[in-house]
């Protein structure tokens, strides 16, 4: 990369692991204050440091790094021009000054809307102005990042577009359609609400246009891990690309089936048809699909990779994976944390089996497995590699070591956390919610070990954030000068054609929009005609009441 384009990249990362840090420390004092051992000074509102972990780690720094490695795949793949990087700024900025924004109200206490920030809570109106920012920094990126593939296609007649590029633009195509719900909903429903221009809000509508963006959402999340799954870590372990077709079609189903499940959010909600339900129910066990196909590209690379260097007992190739190689193991461990977290996913979608565990703390140990073990530890085995990559310095030996020290402590911490958030989900304890006694029921009782272990296993994991940060500040101040090579697999000599359909963006595209109307018009319409408008009033008190 030249020093203009790395520059533009770490921008990201800066924030990224600035966000860690802060979003890290707040988690550590939820997890103190449910064990009820502890209670916040100066007054502080455990909705205020609720919504602070929940916004800064899972929406700021997963689009932070998001944004900056997609252009970092771009740039080494398909090349980024000099206006493309003025883009690439203009969405850095606009996004930094909506993150500050939204940030500034949260921390004052003036958006305790938690990070799902549907009505019928209410913040300051600037919170909502933030959000917008963020979107459409991120739509900037999205839309060069179109640009910079649609170049290189234009000098290239003919070739198919290098995997991972391909993969960024699914990804981007998925968080543009998904994104477009959300800001209706925010600028058309509850910023308007939130201003006292309107008087009324429609509570209903502005959840279902949340978790139409929010189940997406957590694919937008996914699919980065998925990228260096299928096209980095091969290279890493010294391998080729399993298949470059199924790695394009895991994604297009991906795209097809992410955004008509959002339902699967709302089993329990009043104000939607079961039949409709139970549509998208379907539809979300069509998504489990591509990551099943994931799994098993994932062993067949591993198996092939260690046959191929002459390991040929049963599971002999398994024990000669890098396992001292941090930025194989990371991103290892996380995928060990998704068999779990999947189940999990398809034991939440099973409609009648989600009102066992809906609204319980099970569902936050479902999304610290997924989002904050299996994407994360992806998140930060790139790091590993990345940032030394842009910022010209080398992983040291004692730095991988260090890494390898904070993957065992992640793996320890979560595993500790999030098995005693399902354990205690199953028992019924609800999630969002400071420690309570809840009028000392028996049941109650019960609860209590298991939020214990969770603030152990949360002080566990803040060590881990520690090390972490500390490693970044090394990679990009402090480590030795040198190179650090950016990992992509090639494909095999031999490879099959990948078919050029893959490469039908109006087909893709337009099946997915069919699926969407095909999903959300009826139920939406009900929801609007139906529905009495929620008769929320614009001065309901800001944050929870
Ligand atoms: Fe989920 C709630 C269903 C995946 C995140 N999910 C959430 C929430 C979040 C979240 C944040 O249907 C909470 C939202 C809120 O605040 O209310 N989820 C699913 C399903 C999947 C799924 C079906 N979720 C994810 C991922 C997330 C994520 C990924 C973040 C990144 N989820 C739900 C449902 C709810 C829900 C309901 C709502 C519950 C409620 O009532 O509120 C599927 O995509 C999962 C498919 C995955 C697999 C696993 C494949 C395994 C692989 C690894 C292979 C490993 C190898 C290593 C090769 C089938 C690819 C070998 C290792 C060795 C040790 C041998």
Do not use: C
């Not at 930094?96 to 206490?109: D, K, P, Q, R, Y």
């Not at 809307?113 to 209410?122: E, S």
């Not at 530890?377 to 004692?398: D, E, K, N, Q, S």
């Not at 929801?527 to 614009?538: L, N």
């Amino acid at each position: 990369f030249s020093k203009k384009e790395s520059r533009l990249y770490m921008a990201f990362m800066h924030v990224t692991f600035i966000s860690l840090l802060v979003g890290g420390l707040m988690g550590l004092l939820q997890t103190l204050v449910r064990s009820g051992k502890y209670t916040l000074p100066f007054n502080i509102d455990y909705y205020t440091i609720l919504t602070t972990h929940g916004v800064i780690l899972g929406l700021v720094l997963t689009t932070f790094f998001i944004v900056g490695f997609q252009f970092s795949l771009m740039g080494k793949t398909v090349g980024i021009s000099d206006k493309q990087l003025m883009w690439g700024w203009i969405s850095f900025w606009v996004m930094l000054v909506g993150t500050v924004l939204s940030a500034w109200m949260i921390l004052t206490g003036e958006a305790s809307v938690l990070y799902t920030f549907y009505t019928p809570l209410r913040a300051h109106p600037i919170f909502y102005i933030g959000l917008t920012l963020v979107i459409v920094g991120s739509w900037i990126a999205a839309f060069t990042n179109f640009r910079q593939l649609y170049v290189w296609k234009k000098a290239h007649k003919g070739d198919k577009s290098p995997l991972l590029a391909f993969m960024v633009v699914i990804n981007m195509i998925m968080w543009f359609v998904a994104t477009l719900g959300v800001a209706y909903s925010v600028i058309v429903l509850i910023l308007p609400w939130s201003l006292g221009y309107v008087a009324t809000v429609n509570v209903l509508l502005t959840r279902t246009l949340f978790w139409y963006f929010g189940h997406p959402l957590v694919y937008f999340w996914l699919l980065p891990a998925y990228m260096a799954w299928y096209a980095i870590i091969p290279k890493i372990i010294g391998g080729k690309l399993f298949s470059d077709s199924l790695a394009r079609l895991a994604f297009i189903l991906l795209l097809m089936f992410s955004i008509p499940v959002g339902f699967h959010h709302q089993l329990t909600e009043p104000g939607i048809d079961p039949t409709w339900k139970f549509i998208q129910v379907v539809l979300t066990f069509m998504v489990v699909i591509p990551s099943l196909m994931t799994a098993f590209s994932l062993f067949a690379t591993f198996e092939i990779t260690g046959r191929r260097k002459g390991y040929n007992s049963l599971f002999g190739w398994f024990k000669k994976l890098p396992w001292k190689d941090v930025r194989f193991l990371a991103p290892f461990v996380g995928m060990a944390a998704f068999i779990p977290g999947g189940a999990g996913g398809i034991i939440n979608a099973s409609h009648q089996v989600n009102s066992l565990v809906h609204n319980t703390i099970w569902i936050t140990g479902h999304f610290h497995l997924t989002v904050a073990t299996t994407v994360i530890l992806t998140f930060f085995g790139i790091a590993y590699w990345l940032i030394p990559h842009l910022t010209g310095r080398r992983l040291t030996p004692r730095l991988n070591k260090l890494g390898i020290i904070q993957t065992f402590i992640w793996a320890i911490g979560m595993t500790i956390m999030s098995t005693s958030m399902h354990i205690q989900g199953l028992i019924g304890g609800p999630r969002r919610s400071a420690f309570s006694k809840y009028a000392g029921g028996d049941q109650v009782s019960t609860w209590i070990s298991y939020q214990i272990w969770q603030a152990i296993g949360g002080t566990i994991l803040f060590i881990g954030i520690l090390l972490m940060f500390y490693i970044f500040i090394q990679l990009a101040f402090f480590a030795p000068r040198g190179y650090e090579e950016y990992p992509i697999a090639e494909e095999e000599v031999d490879a099959e054609k990948s078919p050029k359909i893959l490469e039908n963006w109006y087909l893709w595209i337009g099946i997915t929009i069919a699926l969407i109307l095909f999903a959300y018009t009826i139920p939406m319409i009900d929801i609007i005609k139906h529905s009495p408008p929620g008769s929320i009033p614009f001065d309901w008190p800001i944050g929870r009441s």
